[in-house]
């Protein structure tokens, strides 16, 4: 059973860094793509950042330039480095598996509803 453990999320300023951790259980994460999601209270769903099996990357327009996925097989973890975060950042976040492109996954976040685990919350204070 696929299962995710996300972690990493706290309090930070305005300017302020995070990486969060998405650790995989139950399969072997380097033979999926592994996508971040978040949503804020009242806002739709976002693909924030996805990543392939062959290391390809997507980004949403949001977060480009400040945000870094990376995978750490022997780890079974994908991580988020979050850097310049900012106010509207300021979301639960969280991970999930698939084997499509990271841009679709990213573009379709609903589809991963249920299946992703409890989330990891980032604050940014203005």
């Known amino acids: 059973q696929f299962q995710f453990v996300e972690s990493g999320g706290d309090l930070v300023q305005f300017g302020g860094s995070l990486r969060l951790s998405c650790r995989a259980s139950g399969f072997s994460s380097e033979y999926y793509g592994i996508g971040w999601f978040r949503r804020a209270p009242g806002k739709e769903y976002e693909g924030v950042s996805c990543?392939?099996?062959?290391?390809?990357?997507f980004y949403a327009d949001s977060v480009k330039g400040r945000f870094t996925i990376s995978r750490h097989t022997t780890q079974n973890t994908v991580y988020l480095q979050m850097n310049n975060l900012k106010p509207e950042d300021t979301d639960v976040y969280y991970c999930?598996?698939?084997?499509?492109?990271?841009?679709?996954?990213?573009?379709?976040?609903?589809?991963?509803?249920?299946?992703w685990g409890q989330g990891t919350r980032v604050t940014v204070s203005s």
């Open positions: 999930a598996a698939d084997l499509t492109t990271p841009q679709t996954m990213c573009s379709k976040p609903e589809r991963y509803l249920g299946v």
């Open positions: 990543i392939s099996i062959d290391g390809s990357t």
